[in-house]
């Protein structure tokens, strides 16, 4: 599984790549270097150089608050991450966005699943069970809002509302739902557009609804207040 993924990986591998709110960079000896692709220049930052360094970075935001979701757009900015191998920066990746590189590699490949929102919805159990209970409109705004690119989550959407492929939200606009499209892209986080730059871009696919929109579908339901990423 980690080779398919490293070779999927190699075969983007352009110089340079973006992922999320990473910068990759090729050296000319054949290894990486990770920033924040906000950060210039990367010769002055706080160098690390152990793919499992990735983790601790991704764990706090710049103000030192825990990042609850790690696509949302609060990477904090600062360091440098020296990797030596594939194997390193596939793992560094992993650290920085949990999973996606595997959905990612079954994307391109056309093995990917998605699983509707009202299905994801419907399997809950527990405290849990009252968020099905969500109306269409609810989760019109809910997802809008929650799942923006601005300020809430840089993953492209590609699960639907119900089984009648129902936009899952008709707020967003058309480019949250298109892998072509760079959600981080600076500059105009609130409207991303396609890449236009040099860069190859892998984008953060979303096959499912997580857990945190699902907690927030249970608050809309009781009428509680949604979560502040
Ligand atoms: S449902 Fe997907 S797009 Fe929305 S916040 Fe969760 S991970 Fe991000």
Redesign the pocket.
Known sequence: MANSIERCLESVLTAPLHCGQILVQETTTGHFVLSHRDDKPVDQLKVFRRAEDASNIAKYDDAGNYRP?K?APNLRPGWRLELDTLEDLRRALDYFYPGRLAIFAAWKSGRLQTTVLRETLDRQSGMYRVAAKISDSQIDDL?AD??RSNG??L?T?LWKRDARATLTSTKLPDEKFDPNVDQAASGSPSAPTASTTSAATIPLL?QE??N??IAECRKVVKGESALDL
Do not use: P, S
Request: net charge positive; with cysteine.
């Open positions: 979701l696509t997802v929650f799942c809430g989550c993953r959407i979303c609804a997580c945190l929109l």
